[in-house]
């Protein structure tokens, strides 16, 4: 049972538009996500947060919308830089997977195209 | 250390051997984790600890997995007879507490190929 979707497994965007990733989830009592970026042969780095309280949160370029109805977030990156392709994860967790155990998504991968 | 590191960055084993995966966290932080990533998977949470607490040991995929941390900080995952479907990369990270308000840092992970 996959708890954490990321439906597209890769998406291409020309440099300098808006790339937007999606994630949907199952769980209602999922309270806080968190978006990861890897490059290959590295592990994942922490990108950004968005709590339950919250329906937005940015950080530069980067911004987390959160629709708690829908369970869906998303991450939009704008610009997109050529150097911001990677595969993204989505990750929640709270309710009965406890604070600390973050589910994640399959991921998808970015590619900017410059 | 300045970051998670693992060992063995790559790893090749006969099925049926047993495996030993090293993690050693950011010095200070008190919560390690082992995930693992299959091919075309996302990360599945494999076993948690925090201080000298018992462990969540609930993502273990079978009684042939097991894992220890030392001292409260170096951490090792061991696999016992391993199988084909073991392979993947094995992802450890750490966290000052739980980690709930900005995740974790990831070390780069061993990548496990079971022939």
């Known amino acids: 049972d996959q708890q954490v979707k990321q439906n597209s497994p890769s998406l291409s965007v020309q440099e300098g538009r808006i790339s937007i990733l999606n994630c949907d989830y199952t769980n209602s009592m999922f309270d806080y996500f968190l978006w990861y970026k890897k490059y290959p042969a590295e592990g994942p780095t922490f990108l950004i947060s968005?709590?339950?309280?919250?329906d937005k949160n940015e950080d530069g370029r980067f911004t987390v919308f959160l629709n708690k109805s829908a369970k869906h977030l998303s991450l939009h990156i704008v610009p997109s830089q050529p150097g911001d392709s990677a595969v993204y994860f989505c990750?929640?967790?709270?309710?009965?997977?406890?604070?600390?155990?973050?589910?994640f998504g399959t991921g998808t991968r970015l590619k900017v195209l410059a | 250390g300045a970051g998670v590191s693992q060992s063995p960055s790559n790893k090749v084993t006969e099925k049926g051997k047993d495996v030993e995966l090293r993690c050693d966290p950011i010095s200070g932080h008190t919560a390690l984790y082992w995930y693992r990533q299959r091919l075309g998977q996302g990360l599945e949470f494999l076993i948690y600890f925090q201080g000298n607490s018992a462990p969540d040991k609930s993502g273990l995929p079978s009684d042939r997995f097991s894992a220890e941390r030392t001292g409260g900080s170096v951490s090792t995952l061991t696999i016992q007879r391993t199988q084909q479907e073991d392979s993947a990369v094995y992802l450890c990270?750490?966290?000052?507490?739980?980690?709930?308000?900005?995740?974790?840092?990831f070390g780069s992970g061993t990548r496990l190929t079971v022939v």
């Open positions: 990750a929640a967790s709270g309710g009965t997977s406890g604070t600390y155990k973050y589910i």
């Open positions: 968005i709590s339950s309280i919250k």
């Open positions: 990270a750490s966290s000052w507490r739980d980690g709930s308000t900005n995740g974790y840092t």
